[in-house]
Structure formats: C-alpha cells, structure tokens
C-alpha cells in the first residue's frame, strides 16, 4: 500500500453515529524516539520521531454509547479502570464529546496483549484503537492524519499506531496559536526502499515500570544536562533514517536507531535524580547484540523507556536473532515482529 493509500486508509463512519465500534490497532517501535513534550496539554513534543508499527501485541477496543447514564464505565481487560488510566480516558472520551457535540457517555472495554506499562508500546496501540472506535461511535467523519492528530491528544505514540509499516510523526509548529500548532503535529507514512525488516522483542520484565513515562520524560527535559544536546542531534537523526529507509538500507537505519536510543538513555540516567530503566538483563541482552554483529549477522538495538530491548534485523536472520536473545534474556519471552498494519474499525463479525 502506498504512502497516499495508508494516509487515508482509515475514517470514521460518515453517517453520523453509529452508537457502538470497535478498533483494532497494533503498537510501534519508535527507532528515532520521541523524548520530551513543549506543550503537555496538548502533548506536543520537543522533536519529530520516526517508528515501525509491529504485527503482534495488538490492542481491541470497543466504544458503545450509553444515553442517560451519568458517568463513563472504562473496563481493560475485563477489571475496571482506576486512578490515572481511568482518568486519561475519560479526559479523551471529553475531547471526542466536545468535538462531535455528542454528550453521552460511553461503555468503553479494552483488550491489550502487551503488557501495559512495561515500555512495549500499549499505550501507543491502546490509545489509537480508542481514537478510532470513539471517533466513529460518536460520528466524527475524519480521515487518519486527523485521527492521528486526535490520538496524539491521548498517548503521544498513538498518533504513529495509525499506520502501518514505517511513520513519522511531526512536531509541528513552535510559534502561533494553540490551535495551529495542534494542526501541525501529526503522523503520516515514510516510504521505503527494499527492506525486509524483523523486530525482536526481548520481553526481560514484564512489570510496570517503577517510574511512568510520563514522569520520566518531565525529569529529563527539567533537569538532564545532556537532554538538549540529544534532542538537537535527533534531528539530524531523523534526516540521515529517512534517508536510509528510502534507499532500503538496513544497516544504516539501525546503526542510527541504536545511537539514538542509547543518547535517550544516556539523557535520563543525567537527570537529577536520575532515571534508569536498564537493567542487568537489559546490558546482557545488548552485550548478545553486538556479539552478533560480531559474528556478521546485521543486528541492532533499540530501548524505549522500560528495561525490555527491541533487535532490528533482517527477516531472514531474526530467528537466529531471538536464539541469541533469548539465551541472554535470563528467562524473558522473545517475540518475532515484523512491519504491522495500521489501525481499523472492525466489523460486526470481528473482521
């Protein structure tokens, strides 16, 4: 599918609301990160990144309307929603109302298989299904760099779980209005070259992460010495990927990614105080990739902010790959990911 073709892949129902939807959609992999916001209410970040949406993990949510009900009932996984997960549903759940001029609440049931809060992308894949099923339940007519935009409002990654394949999200504008700069910012397909990419997941712990993401991010853009540097030098990043990704050059791109990655962390463990989501599973892991590179396989790392370590590589050696990996991941689940599709309505039948 072209470039053209994803970014308008995905709409709403265009005949008003339809009451109830459901959306599935896949997490992504950020291999030039997006680390730091300029706008939290608007979640608008610092510098553009560039992702691949994975084939595994995906999120299902279904947004059905409840007229006459006095409150939102928000339920993942089949437990009830509490505390700030609750919270940063409803808030978007406000958006979509205030933007549709649809003032039920809703019944909203989310079914993640990643697990959530472990620095693999839920709340990417959580929040783009929300926005395509709430978006559609609700009648919003919008094509999918404008559900991008809206996803972004709910998880800063969401807006790239749009697509599919390799994205990129855009900063946007730092000068006018609020309402410009919103506009700004959003997600849209790269195009490639020839690659045949995999991505394996190291999953070394599963856990919720002792400090948010969110949290994390503040204390890094607040106090890191070395955050502006990074983020100065990610830009340039992003320049020599797109070209890399154009040519199909796989050992470029994940060279970039790699360095990339490393400078983020190495920007939160100068935080005051610092900030470290590397474990030692997480070094022995990394050790095991370079090895690889080594022994001349093309295999490179990437870490979100969570301990588990993501191995870009060629499709045709990822099973040699996640051998390697998960000898080194004392234990951890290994996944084999290769480029995944962008978010979608289901129908009635699941399909």
Known sequence: MGAEQQATAVRTAPTGATDTATAVAHPNIALIKYWGKRDERLILPRTDSLSMTLDIFPTTTRVHLAPGADHDEVTLGGTPAEGEARRRIVTFLDLVRERSGVADRAVVDTENTVPTGAGLASSASGFAALAVAAAAAYGLDLEAIALSRLARRGSGSASRSLFGDFVVWHAGRETGTDEEADLSSYAEPVPTGPLDPALVVAVVNAGPKDVSSRAAM??????????????????????????????????????????????????????????????????????????????????????????????????????????????????????????????????????
């Open 218 to 351: 503040r204390r890094t853009v607040d106090t890191s010495p070395l955050y502006e540097p990074w983020a100065l030098s990610s830009k340039g990043d992003l320049a020599e990927m797109r070209r890399a990704l154009g040519r199909g050059d796989l050992e470029a791109v994940g060279e970039i990614a790699e360095r990339n990655a490393l400078g983020m962390h190495a920007t939160m463990l100068a935080a005051r105080p610092a900030v470290r989501y590397m474990s030692p599973a997480s070094l022995t892991v990394l050790d095991s990739v370079l090895q690889l590179r080594r022994d001349g396989v093309a295999a490179y790392a990437t870490m979100d902010a969570g301990p588990n370590v993501k191995v870009l590589c060629r499709a045709a050696d990822a099973d040699r790959v996640a051998d390697t990996v998960r000898a080194a991941a004392q234990g951890g689940a290994v996944h084999i990911a290769r480029p995944g599709p962008g978010a979608r309505l289901l129908t009635e039948d699941g399909r």
